[in-house]
């Protein structure tokens, strides 16, 4: 891994070219008639606000890892991806590859469904403070007993509200039919298992846990395609498999560990969030890039 030299991104700037919003992480701009460049910085959010510090190389490593994952579940679904070759990106966006190299890629525009679309192989976050409440995961029934970090019996999907700010909101599956209808909840119910299932597996051969995941799909060109980012430590729980152990908190490789400092920092979790320790950021930087190595077998 490189030293903490590099700067760190916290927001893009590509004047003449057409922003269209700044999410949590990422920007989005125009890039033609059908398609998007996003561009992944390095802003990290926790409990659904944007934190004032950024974490070294942070875009970078999403960027690669959503890469190696749309390449790797192709044979599952199409995804809006089209290329991350800065030389292949409009001409009016070659101009700034020294800022894009690395951390963006033009996609197709997409009609995004307004749900993310969760997989959960594991009992940990907000899954088991409600199964310690009720015994249930968006009221799903699980067997009386589990501890914390648990596996689960099989793998279940447990859909969320999007939020741009504020928290994101898990609900019953009968709530995601009311909001996109029946037959898209099933199919994305279904490739959203089916994701998990391969990615988990082929991480648990390279050393990680998937603990669970978050997905996000839309309808591009009349088909759905997977889309955003997609099984990156900013979307999901990696826990090492070396040292895992039931009936805790697990060591993690990511923001989980920004999540505990903020906990023990006593933050409240409404905005403004604090400022991360700069041991902390660079911490939390190491992780993300052991992922990544893990992973895809290739640092950056």
């Not at 082929?202 to 603990?211: K, N, S, T």
Request: glycine letters at 8%.
């Amino acid at each position: 891994m490189k030293p903490f030299t590099e700067e760190i991104l916290l927001e893009s700037k590509l004047p003449g070219v057409a922003l269209l919003a700044r999410g949590k992480v990422r920007d989005i701009y125009h890039a033609g008639a059908d398609r998007l460049l996003i561009v992944a910085t390095d802003r990290i959010s926790a409990f659904d606000c944007v934190l004032p510090t950024g974490i070294p190389r942070k875009g970078e490593v999403l960027t690669r890892l959503s890469l190696f994952w749309f390449e790797l579940l192709r044979p599952l679904t199409p995804t809006h991806f089209v290329t991350a070759e800065v030389r292949e990106y409009p001409a009016p966006l070659q101009a700034f590859a020294g800022e894009l190299a690395g951390r963006s890629m033009v996609v197709e525009k997409a009609e995004m469904a307004p749900v993310e679309c969760v997989a959960r192989g594991y009992l940990a976050g907000s899954g088991w403070k409600e199964y310690q409440r009720d015994g249930t995961v968006c009221g799903i029934a699980l067997p009386a007993g589990l501890q914390e970090s648990d596996r689960l019996p099989e793998p279940i999907f447990t859909p969320a509200t999007k939020a741009q700010s504020g928290h994101d909101e898990n609900i019953p599956f009968h709530r995601m039919e009311q909001m996109v209808g029946s037959d898209l909840s099933r199919r994305l119910r279904e490739l959203t298992l089916e994701i998990y299932a391969r990615a988990a597996a082929l991480a648990l051969e390279r050393g990680i846990i998937i603990a669970d995941t978050k997905l996000e799909f839309g309808h591009a060109g009349g088909r759905l395609v997977l889309a955003d980012e997609v099984l990156t430590p900013d979307s999901s729980r990696f826990w090492p498999l070396e040292g895992y152990r039931p009936g805790g908190p697990q060591d993690s490789y990511d923001k989980q560990y920004v999540r505990d400092y903020l906990e023990s920092a006593g933050w409240s979790k409404q905005p403004p969030a604090p400022p991360l320790p700069e041991s902390v950021a660079q911490q939390t930087s190491r992780k993300y890039q052991q992922a990544l190595l893990a992973l895809t077998g290739k640092g950056l």
